[in-house]
């Protein structure tokens, strides 16, 4: 159904750190926006099996750009948002030629597409709507574990941010506190609207033993494999039961990559635990689906730091998406998130990380009802047909100013 405020309305999403469609939030918004009435284009860059660099899909008009390889320095983010920033102002311009949009999207990180922005709202009177998805200082903090002059003007990026937005989207409750506090919005010009997967895609199927190899339990990771996104804890903790314990039943599966994707291998080689540790790399939704499905437990290793206590995790909606009982640490956001249907270890201690993980593979009821509990927690209040009301609301809001 056409939204009363979309009226042919058209807009442009500038994210920068994943191509679309792979990147699940900024497609569904993106699909939800089309569906409502608006004549949507998007630009992000190239990736893995989205090398085209212009194509029309499910009528939405998708730029792509090209990056340099990723370097964690000083140096290599200087050339990368360098090069992002040229190509999304160049494709804009492209776009806007083309679509007339009125309005531009954006995600983050990083905060600098304010920048685009600007031109186009200085100059042509488009509307600035922020996507809020990641704390870029905290980010930063979290990445180097120092703040100085670097994390000084991730502060200054988002305050500008902030100041030219007309509105924001936060994905969850400690975002939009940031926003008001930090970023000094309007509490009403600041709409949560979470990242729950859509249920109609994202539903368990039939147990594969296969992927088992003969262990009697399957544990799951799927996520990106960064410096701090914790992935190192569970190969560690898989070392513990392993190696320690004796556990010689467990099969752990990483679902994913990103930089540290050949270190992680590495370290499972290291610690003797390869050859019950499955790296899959990126695979098709269809194949990550039936591999959570048939896990026995989830596990969201993400580490306790300034950024992942106040994140919502999407790998923990979708592993209740799937009904799968979790085990994570116990950091703010993601406690709201699963609630009961998750064990908490303490946080950053690897050996209570393996206790739960252990404790819970143990008790075959209480993940069952975990499961459960997860499974009906998104149904009745986080899948994305929960969200797209608020989406459409922050649009309307903006054109009723």
Known sequence: MESPGSMGRSILIIVENLPVPFDRRVWMEATTLKRAGYDVSVISPTGKGYEEVREDIDGIHVYRHHLPPEHSSALGYLREYSSALWNEWRLARKAYREHRFELIHACNPPDLIFL?????????????????????????????????????????????????ADKVISTNQSYKDVAVSRGKKQPEDVHVVRSGPDLDKFQPVPVNGAYKRGREYLVGYMGVMGEFDGVDHLVRAAAELIVKRGRKDIQFCFIGSGPCFEKLQSLSRELGVADFAEFTGRIPDADMIERLSSCDVCVDCDPLNPLNDKCTMNKILEYMALGRPIVQYDLLEGRRSAEDASLYAEPNNIKDLADKIEELLGNPSGRERMGQIGRERMIRKLEWKHQIPKLLAAYESLWSR
């Open 116 to 164: 685009v922005a600007m031109w186009f709202k200085f100059l042509h009177g488009v509307k600035f709507l922020f996507d809020h998805h990641d704390l870029s200082p905290e980010l930063y903090e979290s990445k180097f574990n120092k703040r100085g002059i670097f994390h000084r003007l991730t502060l200054w990026a988002e305050r500008a941010t902030f100041r030219l």
